[in-house]
């Protein structure tokens, strides 16, 4: 099995820049896909990107395409996702996800392909 633990998260004002991070622990860190959610008051949890398990192929939700970035390193156990020009929109707890059971050149879209999740980290952005 596979254990996530989620930082980053905080407090910005429209406009500025955050770093989440993703620690993985358990089943080796290159045979899963990532993923990163997020869940607003009220709303259903959605996918924000995700990156395959070598991390040449990436998704993105249309929301955030241009202004976050996914990115893993295999040898550190760790996936980021970097978010910039953050809008109060973006306001959520953002959780990490492995997708256990993808292949080599792809990642999951849905929950239901997530096996594992972190405990997610809040993420506030003021106007």
């Known amino acids: 099995q596979v254990q996530l633990v989620e930082s980053g998260g905080g407090l910005v004002q429209a406009g500025g820049s955050l770093r989440l991070s993703c620690a993985a622990s358990?089943?080796?860190?290159?045979?899963?896909?990532m993923g990163w959610f997020r869940q607003a008051p009220g709303k259903e949890r959605t996918i924000v990107a995700a990156?395959?398990?070598?991390?040449?192929?990436?998704y993105y939700a249309d929301s955030v395409k241009g202004r976050f970035s996914i990115s893993r390193d295999n040898a550190k156990n760790t996936v980021h996702l970097q978010m910039n020009s953050l809008k109060p929109e973006d306001t959520a707890v953002y959780y990490c996800?492995?997708?256990?059971?993808?292949?080599?050149?792809?990642?999951?879209?849905?929950?239901?392909?997530?096996?594992?999740w972190g405990q997610g980290t809040q993420v506030t952005v003021s106007s």
């Open positions: 358990g089943r080796a860190f290159s045979t899963y896909a």
């Open positions: 990156i395959s398990k070598y991390g040449p192929y990436s």
């Open positions: 996800a492995a997708d256990l059971n993808g292949g080599s050149n792809s990642y999951g879209l849905q929950e239901y392909e997530y096996g594992s």
